[in-house]
């Protein structure tokens, strides 16, 4: 299992990550440190040194671009048996949620005691949790989350909920007041986020049932 990533460390391998995806190529120091408003590529590379320590990411030394990510892309679950197969969704953009469904990078049978609680089991998919906001309350970054989608107007406050910000997927306790969307995270590390409804940055995915684990 990976250590926990603080915010700003998530922000940073988040960035390497859209970049690799993006460009095709890992970014150069000064280019983290540009997105990050880090001055000193000494200070960018003692955040590689934490990403590294802690598993995320694999340094070549001596290599301007030398960077490697390191993805938890073995599935946890098997088809068969008669359970339903459910879609693992791909990062989708926050401003095209319609997308959400239809590119998913594979099927995954779950067993129907996850989804007892679903008002509608057709509604569930499985999404990778992007951050470590809610550690305190057992969601990690890259667990494997059951989620059945729902309107933000269908949760009620302190719902575990998913929300697509940006292209990151996270976990938070679903709060509305004062017309106002509140995602708030367990970890301290994190801040709290507001949102209008609507708002092209974040989308609410739907309840979290549940989640699964790999070691």
């Known amino acids: 299992m990976k250590d926990r990533l603080t915010e700003r460390q998530n922000e940073g391998y988040e960035f390497i990550r ?3 995806r993006r460009e095709r190529r890992p970014p150069t120091l000064r280019e983290i440190g540009e997105a990050l408003g ?3 590529t000494n200070g960018v590379s003692k955040l590689l040194d934490v990403l590294e320590e802690k598993g ?3 340094r070549e030394p001596h290599a301007a671009r030398g960077l490697r990510l390191v993805e938890e892309e073995r599935a946890p679950l098997a088809s068969g048996g008669g359970a339903p197969d459910l ?3 791909s990062r989708t953009p926050s401003d095209q949620p319609d997308e959400l469904r239809r590119r998913p990078r594979s099927y995954l049978a779950v067993d129907p005691r996850f989804l007892r609680k679903a008002d509608d089991p057709r509604a569930c998919l499985l999404a990778r949790a992007g951050d470590d906001g809610m550690s305190s309350d057992g969601i990690r970054k890259g667990d494997l989350l059951v989620v059945e989608e729902q309107r933000a107007n269908a949760l009620d406050n302190g719902d575990m909920a998913a929300f697509l910000v940006g292209e990151e ?8 007041a004062n ?3 509140h995602l708030r995270s367990a970890d301290s590390h994190y801040t709290e986020e507001t949102y209008p409804p609507g708002a092209a940055g974040c989308h609410p995915v739907g309840r979290v049932l549940g989640l699964f684990r790999t070691f």
């Open 56 to 58: 995320y990411v694999e």
């Open 18 to 20: 859209s970049h690799m």
């Open 87 to 89: 879609p693992l969704v």
């Open 38 to 40: 880090i001055r000193s």
């Open 179 to 181: 017309g106002t969307m």
């Open 169 to 176: 997927l996270r976990a938070r306790r679903f709060y509305y």
